[in-house]
C-alpha cells in the first residue's frame, strides 16, 4: 500500500474550508484518509502552499482539431522542443504541443484534471486515444451538440424528452462527459455559407433559433441530471457589440439546479464586446458581470488573452472564416457531417493593436468585476486566448494592481478610453486564487462528489505544492514571486504518487477518463428507435453499430451513471 | 581539407541513417561525429570508413565525399553554411535542408525532400528528385527563400511548393502540382508537369513543355519570348488575388 504522509504544508482547500492552515496530510491508497501508518513517505512542505491539484475546465489538448493545428503548424512544433529524460518522453510544441508535452507542463503547473472543451462526437476515438497519452491528468471531454441535426429537429418539434434521450444515448456512445454548445445553430448555418447573428435568428432549412437550441439543452440536460451543466460558447463570437447576445444568452438561463450553475459559458472575454465596428471597438465587462453577479445559476471563465503567439481553433467555422479574412494566414476548415465543424487560425496578439489591448483588459476585468470567485474561473480557452504555460502570469495580473499597472503601460495608449481596467482597485488573495483554478471548476463541473478539487479525508489525493510562503510573500508587490512560484510546483501529486518534483516528471500516470452514462428507460433508447435509426444510416457515412466508441479504447476509466426522468 | 566517406557495408542497409551531422563545419574539429540509426546513436566511424587528408581553416575549404550506398543516408548537409559536399551516387531524404550557403552535388538520384526550406547556396542534382524537391515544410507559408537548385533528370510532385525566393532549374519533368502557393523565386521546368502554380501569389514560372490539366483560374494576358521561346503568359492564381507570372510553352485544360 502506497502511503504518504504530508507535514507542515500550508493548506488552502475553499471547499472544505480550510484557508491557511498548516496542517498535516495523509495519503492512502490514492486518497486522502485521516492517518498512516509509520512506513508511510513522509514529504516536508517546509509552510509551502498547498492546493488540490490544479482542474482546467476549458481546455483544448486533444482531439481532432488540436491534431490539425499541429500538422498546420510546423513553426509551432520548432517553437518548443525538450528531448527524452529519465521517465518523460520527447516533447514538442509551444501552443499545440505533442500530448507529452501538454501533460508534463501541466503537470508541472500542479494541474491534475483536464476538461477538453469540444470533442465531435463522431471524432471522439481521436480524442480517447490521446487521452491515453496524456497520462498524468485526468480527462473529461465535453461532446458538441451546437449543429445536430436530431437535436434540432427535436427542439423544432417541441420535445425537451426526445432531445434529452438523445444527449443521452450519444454521450454514451462517444464516452462524453458534457454538453457543449459552440454557436449553437450557426456552426450548421455556416455548413450553408451563413451564419446566425443573434439568439432570435433562424438556422436555415431547421427553423430554429439558437436560443431554442440553449433552452431545450438546459432543460434535457438537468433531465439527465448530468454533472456538469450546459456549457456555451456564445453565438457572435469575436464580433463587436456581441455583448447583447451574451446578455440575451444569460436572460434565458433558469436556475435549475442547488448543486452547481445550469449554464456555464465560457471564454466570456471574446463575448464582452462593445461598439459597432473595430473602430469603435471597447470593452462591456461591467454589463456582463452585472449579470453574472445577478445570476447564481451563470459561471464563466475568463479566456483571457495574452500578448504572444499562439493558436486558435474552435467549432465555430464562421468565426474562424472571419478571423482568416483579417490575417490572411493559414486557415483550415472543417465540416463534421450531422454534428459540426470547426476551424483554425494561426494569431500573433500584439500589444502595439489596439483591439488585441483592449481584449487583454477585458479579460482581467470580467475576473476582477465577479463579485464571487466561484462564478468566473481562471483560463484561456487553451490555446485560443495564450498557451496555459501563462496561467501564472495571469495569477500575477489579477494578485496584483502594480502589475497591471506596469502591464497597461506597454500596451496600445488608446485602449485607456475603452476599458475600465485602470480604475479597478481589487488584488485577489490567495484563497481566491485557489478558487478560480481548482476548487471552482470542480464544482462547476460536478466532480466534487468523486474527489476532485479538495484535500478533506475521503478526497482524490490530487495534490499542488507550490514553493511559495504566502505569510512572507506581498503578492501585490511581490508579483514576480507569485509568477515563480505557480510556474512550478515542488510537488504534484495524482492519485497518491508524486508524479511532478521541480517540473521533472516522475512516472507513467496512467490517467483517468471520467465519462457520462445516463440511465435512460428502454423506451428513450434511441439505438431501438426507427426514426433515429433510418435517418442516421441514411446521412451519416458510418454505420450506427460502427458509431459507439468501444471499451477498449478507454484505457483507466470512471463511468458517472446517472439517474434521470426518462 | 579533403574528406571521403565509403559508407561500410550494413546488414540491413534498408535502415535510414539520420546524419545531419555531415556538414563541412563539422570537420573542422575531427571526424568525432556521431549519427542516428532509430533512437541509437552511433559513431560516424561505425557506418562510414572516414579518410581526411589536408587541413583547413574555413569551411570553405572543406569538401566532403562521400561514396557508396547512400541511398538511405538522410539530412546530409542539413543547416550546412560553406564548403561543398560531393555525393557521388543516390542520396536519402531531406539532403541540404536549411542550407544556406556552400555547394551540394549528387551524381545519382535524390530522395524526397531536396534543399527543403533552403535560404542559400546551391544543389545540383545529376539523377532524378523525389517529391518535395526544393519545397517548403507541410504546412509552413514560406519555403525555399534562396540559392539554387538545378536538378537534370525528373522531380516528384509538389516541386518548389511554397517557393519564396531563389532558383529553381528542372531540366526533365515534373509531377502534380509544382509550384504551388508560390510566393516569389523563380520557377523552371524543361519538360511537362500537371496543375502548375495552384494558388500561387508572387513569382515566376517558365514552363517550356506542356502543362497538363492547366488551371483556368490563370488570366491569360498575351505573349512572351522567353530564350529565344515563344510562350504564353497568364497572371494569377486569381483565385487568391495573386499577381505571380507563369509562362508555358503549351498547355491543356482538364476535359
Not at chain 1, 486522502?32 to 475546465?57: M, Y
Request: charged letters at 25%.
Amino acid at each position: 500500500m502506497n502511503e504518504i504522509l504530508i507535514k507542515n504544508a500550508c493548506v488552502i482547500d475553499p471547499i472544505s474550508g480550510i484557508n491557511g492552515e498548516i496542517m498535516d496530510i495523509a495519503v492512502s491508497d490514492g486518497r486522502i484518509v485521516e492517518e498512516v501508518g509509520s512506513g508511510a513517505e513522509v514529504i516536508d512542505a517546509e509552510g509551502f502552499l498547498t492546493l488540490p491539484g490544479g482542474i482546467d475546465s476549458h481546455t483544448h489538448i486533444c482531439g481532432t482539431k488540436v491534431n490539425f493545428g499541429r500538422y498546420m503548424s510546423p513553426e509551432d512544433m520548432r517553437a518548443g522542443r525538450t528531448p527524452r529524460r529519465g521517465r518523460m518522453h520527447s516533447t514538442s510544441g509551444y501552443s499545440v504541443p505533442t500530448t507529452y508535452g501538454n501533460s508534463y507542463r501541466y503537470s508541472g503547473m500542479g494541474y491534475t484534471a483536464l476538461l477538453e472543451g469540444a470533442m465531435a462526437p463522431l471524432e471522439a476515438r481521436h480524442t480517447h486515444e490521446e487521452f491515453a497519452y496524456t497520462p498524468l491528468q485526468d480527462t473529461m471531454a465535453n461532446v458538441l451538440f451546437d449543429g445536430n441535426w436530431a437535436i434540432m429537429e427535436a427542439v423544432r418539434e417541441k420535445d425537451t424528452k426526445r432531445a434529452a434521450a438523445i444527449v443521452g444515448w450519444t454521450l454514451a456512445a462517444v464516452k462524453g462527459f458534457g454538453v457543449k454548445l459552440t454557436n449553437p445553430g450557426g456552426t450548421e448555418a455556416w455548413g450553408w455559407g451563413k451564419n446566425v447573428s443573434s439568439i432570435t435568428d433562424v438556422v436555415p432549412y431547421f427553423e430554429v433559433t439558437p436560443g431554442e437550441i440553449i433552452d431545450t439543452m438546459i432543460r434535457a440536460t438537468e433531465m439527465l441530471a448530468l454533472p456538469h451543466s450546459v456549457h456555451i460558447h456564445c453565438n457572435n463570437l469575436g464580433l463587436p457589440g456581441n455583448y447583447r447576445t451574451t446578455l440575451d444568452t444569460f436572460d434565458l438561463v433558469p436556475d435549475l439546479n442547488r448543486k452547481r450553475q445550469t449554464l456555464y459559458a465560457t471564454h466570456v472575454q471574446f463575448h464582452a464586446y462593445g461598439g459597432t465596428s473595430w473602430s469603435d471597438f471597447c470593452s462591456k465587462a461591467e454589463e456582463i458581470t452585472r449579470s453574472v453577479n445577478e445570476k447564481p445559476q451563470i459561471v464563466i471563465d475568463m479566456g483571457q488573452v495574452m500578448f504572444g503567439k499562439t493558436t486558435t481553433m474552435t467549432a465555430d467555422g464562421p468565426m474562424e472564416f472571419n478571423l482568416y479574412r483579417l490575417h490572411h494566414n493559414k486557415w483550415s476548415n472543417h465540416d463534421v457531417e450531422l454534428e459540426t465543424g470547426s476551424g483554425i487560425i494561426p494569431v500573433l496578439y500584439r500589444r502595439k493593436n489596439l483591439v488585441n489591448s483592449i481584449m487583454w483588459a477585458i479579460g482581467l476585468e470580467l475576473a476582477l468585476l465577479t463579485k464571487n470567485p466561484w462564478q468566473c474561473l481562471l483560463t484561456t480557452d487553451n490555446p485560443n486566448g495564450a498557451p496555459f504555460v501563462r496561467y501564472p502570469e495571469i495569477i500575477g495580473l489579477l494578485m496584483s494592481r502594480k502589475y497591471r499597472e506596469a502591464e497597461f503601460a506597454t500596451i496600445h495608449p488608446d485602449t485607456e478610453h475603452r476599458v475600465s481596467l485602470p480604475s479597478i482597485e481589487r488584488e485577489l488573495d490567495w484563497q481566491e486564487i485557489a478558487v478560480m483554478t481548482r476548487a471552482g471548476q470542480a464544482r462547476a463541473l460536478g466532480i466534487v462528489d468523486i474527489g476532485k478539487g479538495r484535500l478533506a479525508p475521503g478526497a482524490e489525493a490530487d495534490i499542488a505544492i507550490y514553493p511559495l510562503k504566502i505569510g512572507e510573500v506581498d503578492p501585490g508587490r511581490e508579483y514576480e514571486r507569485v509568477i515563480e512560484g505557480f510556474r512550478q510546483t515542488e510537488y504534484t501529486i495524482k492519485r497518491g504518487r508524486i508524479v511532478s518534483r521541480r517540473g521533472e516528471c516522475l512516472v507513467w500516470g496512467n490517467n483517468t477518463t471520467i465519462w457520462v452514462k445516463p440511465k435512460i428507460s428502454e423506451r428513450y433508447d434511441m439505438a431501438q428507435d426507427p426514426a433515429f435509426v433510418e435517418k442516421f444510416d441514411r446521412y451519416y457515412t458510418v454505420r450506427m453499430r460502427n458509431y459507439p466508441v468501444q471499451e477498449e479504447y478507454l484505457k483507466r476509466n470512471l463511468c458517472i451513471e446517472t439517474e434521470t426522468e426518462l | 581539407m579533403r574528406v571521403t566517406l565509403q559508407v561500410k557495408p550494413r546488414k540491413k542497409p534498408f535502415l535510414p541513417i539520420e546524419a545531419e551531422t555531415i556538414v563541412p563545419a563539422h570537420f573542422l574539429d575531427g571526424t568525432d561525429l556521431v549519427v542516428w540509426k532509430g533512437n541509437r546513436e552511433l559513431p560516424l566511424s561505425d557506418v562510414f570508413s572516414v579518410t581526411v587528408e589536408g587541413t583547413a581553416e574555413t569551411a570553405d575549404e572543406v569538401e566532403i565525399t562521400m561514396r557508396g550506398d547512400t541511398s538511405r543516408i538522410k539530412r546530409v548537409g542539413e543547416y550546412m553554411e560553406a564548403g561543398r559536399i560531393v555525393i557521388e551516387d543516390d542520396i536519402g531524404m531531406h539532403c541540404g535542408n536549411f542550407m544556406s550557403g556552400g555547394t551540394i552535388e549528387i551524381g545519382g538520384n535524390a530522395d524526397g525532400w531536396l534543399a527543403r526550406e533552403m535560404r542559400g547556396g546551391s544543389i545540383i542534382c545529376r539523377g532524378n528528385a523525389g517529391n518535395y524537391c526544393a519545397s517548403g515544410y507541410r504546412g509552413e507559408k514560406r519555403g525555399m527563400t534562396g540559392g539554387t537548385v538545378e536538378v537534370f533528370g525528373n522531380v516528384g510532385d509538389f516541386a518548389a511548393e511554397t517557393l519564396a525566393g531563389g532558383c529553381v532549374v528542372i531540366h526533365g519533368s515534373a509531377g502534380d502540382m509544382a509550384g504551388t502557393e508560390m510566393r516569389g523565386g523563380t520557377l523552371r521546368i524543361e519538360g511537362d508537369c500537371t496543375r502548375v502554380c495552384g494558388n500561387m501569389t508572387a513569382g515566376t514560372c517558365y514552363v517550356f513543355g506542356t502543362v497538363h490539366d492547366m488551371l483556368p483560374t490563370f488570366r491569360r494576358r498575351g505573349t512572351a519570348v522567353h530564350d529565344g521561346v515563344t510562350l504564353t503568359a497568364f497572371t494569377g492564381d486569381i483565385a487568391n488575388r495573386g499577381k505571380g507570372n507563369l509562362f508555358v510553352r503549351d498547355y491543356k485544360y482538364m476535359d
